[in-house]
């Protein structure tokens, strides 16, 4: 973790494949520690924790679709606007 303008961040840089725990490139963007929730589900896959990471908030719906493009390119394929 870093401070960044007054906020302890972390950087959201690798992407870790589940099947291969091979390490790629990720969408190499700095985060507020304070905004990483952990999410519990009723029904986790194989009783494993699930996790979510919201990557952004818009008011401009064109900035939230280059966001996901981003993140689609970078591998994160169920990556999605709600």
Do not use: H
Request: charged share 25%; aromatic share 6%; hydrophobic share 40%.
């Amino acid at each position: 973790p870093v401070v960044k303008g007054g906020k302890i961040c972390v950087l959201l840089g690798k992407k870790v494949d589940k099947k291969n725990g091979k390490e790629s490139a990720g969408i190499m963007s700095w985060i507020d520690v304070g905004a990483l929730n952990i999410v519990k589900s009723s029904k986790p896959p194989d009783n494993q924790k699930l996790y979510r990471v919201q990557v952004g908030a818009f008011s401009n719906r064109g900035n939230a679709d280059a966001l996901l493009k981003k993140l689609k390119s970078a591998g994160f394929t169920d990556a999605f606007i709600k």
